[in-house]
């Protein structure tokens, strides 16, 4: 079965700039979850959506951040505007349900790099 | 909250060596707990899982046991080989509902030949 795709793989841009993440998920998988790994660090939960609504946002800095998920299927991050601080990899990860037994399914992940 | 804490690296075995990497956790519930592995220049994936107290996990060689008495989730093989080099992550999700996984920091494993 084909993975979890997500684009753009590198990104750098300038801080106060805006910058979106695009993930399509498993197919199939009705639970979706954007996450941030800091370098050095392990990833943190962002946000997750079962089917088109958010479960979870409690860790999404909303300010500046902020995801959807209109159909159901593909999903977008943006952040806007962006901060030094907010260099990292965003990682997207699918599973089939939301019920904390199935495994999460991880992207190759898009690496942000701001100046 | 939820958290994960795993030793720190990085770990320098030799191939053949008996490994263990500890990791204990802090939970309000009952969660379900992860091994996920990332090799050098791949993506995250699952190298196994254990939902509930006294369960063991296993896959590739590597085993963990989820221990509710001692909150531990210890990851362990008895042999290494130099393909087993890669950063392993501790994880734990609650059970139902918001499911999303906190992680520890990553150990990062080196096996010489």
């Keep these: ?87 990292a990899v965003y990682l997207c990860a699918s599973s089939l349900t939301g019920a904390g037994n199935q495994p999460q399914h991880f992207g190759d992940g898009t690496r942000l790099s701001i100046l | 909250g939820n958290s994960v804490t795993q030793m720190e690296g990085p770990v320098t075995l030799s191939e053949e060596a008996f490994l263990t990497i500890n990791c204990t956790y802090t939970a309000t519930g009952y969660p379900s707990l992860f091994w996920y592995v990332q090799y050098p220049g791949e993506g995250l994936q699952l190298l196994l899982k254990a939902t509930k107290a006294d369960d063991k996990g296993s896959n590739k060689g590597f085993e963990a046991t989820y221990r509710k008495e001692t ?23 609650e059970k139902g509902g918001a499911d999303g996984l906190t992680f520890g920091k990553g150990t990062h494993l080196i096996i010489q030949p």
């Design chain 2, 71 to 93: 909150t531990s989730f210890h990851l362990e093989k008895g042999s290494v080989q130099v393909s087993d080099s890669a950063v392993y992550f501790c994880a734990l999700s």
């Design chain 1, 1 to 87: 079965e084909a993975g979890v795709a997500q684009s753009p793989r590198y990104k750098i841009i300038e801080k106060r700039q805006s910058v979106a993440f695009w993930c399509n998920p498993i197919s199939g998988h009705a639970t979706l979850y954007w996450y941030q790994q800091i370098l050095g660090q392990g990833p943190k939960l962002l946000i997750q959506f079962q089917n088109n609504g958010v479960v979870d946002d409690s860790q999404l800095p909303k300010d500046r951040f902020s995801a959807e998920r209109l159909k159901g299927v593909d999903s977008t991050l943006k952040i806007q505007p962006a901060k030094l601080e907010d260099s």
